[in-house]
């Protein structure tokens, strides 16, 4: 079994990767500053924080630090003497991104240099796993986008991923550390805080709010359940084909806004929708070529958005976040 140290562990991704480790037996360090960038009157934040955490507790080892703080962190490894980092502390959504610029260039960007200096120092570490997004593709050129897809990030959070990604493979080939680098896209489901279109869409129809599809909501994205996408962060993290290897950790199939507004209404019939001219400049997107995950990895991911909706409508509606 191994020793796991994650940052942002106890964020919406990382608690489902600690989850199926812990799982599995492995050992999990859990290394987090708690920040949430949306009001907590919108994200429900402190309400599913204290979910996560209280599932965790007595499992993982949950220390409260803050990525850009080295020699904390340094503390932090040397003491827990972790065999993989796992990497996921940063902003995670690109219109909070753009708003905080000068947060997610200190976190997403100066963080992840401070992550590589850290690990750089402690001897115990075999590998580093890098989150990083789908949004490096920026505008995509062909679909499904594979790993070799041109990167050309049209916004800050792109951006600040790619140069993640450089920065990981730069410091792997110079210091010799062993890496992978994993792409999600437009995860969903139990716990999600951070009000992506995904958790507005099933919580407006739960509150009997319309639902507002942007250009028709023609727009098609890879939506990916959330249990799907740590599953393979965890089997990329102990397979021996990952090494120095980039993966798309997604679905692999795009679906529309207005799909996924439709199979909410198979659930809520009374929900009610509007057509709205978007405001914002998002890139195109589509489907991700999860081939390469498929074949070194032995991916599979289980959840259409015909699967993971309706347990994400029942996580909500038990969740408690609308009683009063």
């Not at 959840?303 to 993971?308: A, H, R």
């Amino acid at each position: 079994m191994a020793r796991v140290f994650i940052t942002g562990g106890a964020g919406f991704i990382g608690y489902f990767i600690s989850k199926e480790l812990l799982s599995k037996g492995h050992e999990v360090i859990i290394y987090d500053a708690f920040i949430n960038y949306v009001s907590p009157l919108e994200s429900h934040y402190p309400h599913y924080l204290e979910m996560r955490l209280k599932d965790l507790e007595g499992k993982a080892n949950i220390i409260r630090g803050d990525i850009r703080h080295r020699g904390f962190l340094v503390k932090a490894l040397k003491e827990t003497k972790p065999e993989i980092v796992m990497h996921l502390a940063a902003i995670p959504i690109a219109s909070i991104s753009n708003l905080f610029s000068e947060d997610t260039t200190q976190i997403n960007l100066n963080g992840t240099i401070t992550v590589l200096e850290s690990i750089r120092v402690v001897d115990s570490i075999k590998r580093f796993i890098y989150a990083s997004s789908s949004f490096i593709y920026g505008n995509f050129q062909y679909d499904p986008a594979d790993e070799k897809h041109p990167a050309n990030p049209i916004d800050l959070y792109g951006g600040t991923k790619l140069s993640g990604e450089i920065l990981t493979q730069v410091f792997g080939k110079r210091f010799g550390i062993e890496y992978t680098i994993i792409r999600p896209s437009a995860v969903y489901g139990p716990t999600d805080c951070n009000r992506r279109v995904s958790q507005i869409f099933v919580e407006n129809a739960l509150k009997n709010k319309p639902i507002i599809l942007e250009d028709g909501g023609k727009g098609r994205v890879d939506f990916t359940y959330v249990e799907d996408v740590a599953h393979g962060f965890v089997l990329a993290a102990f397979s021996d084909k990952a090494k120095n290897e980039t993966f798309n950790i997604t679905r692999g199939q795009a679906r529309s806004a207005k799909e996924y507004a439709g199979v909410i209404k198979k659930y809520i019939p009374k929900l009610k929708t509007i057509i709205k001219r978007s405001d914002e400049i998002r890139p195109e997107r589509g489907a991700l070529d999860i081939s390469k995950a498929k074949a070194l990895l032995g991916y599979n991911p289980k959840c259409s958005i015909e699967e993971g909706i309706p347990k994400y409508i029942e996580f909500i509606k038990n969740a408690g976040i609308f009683k009063k």
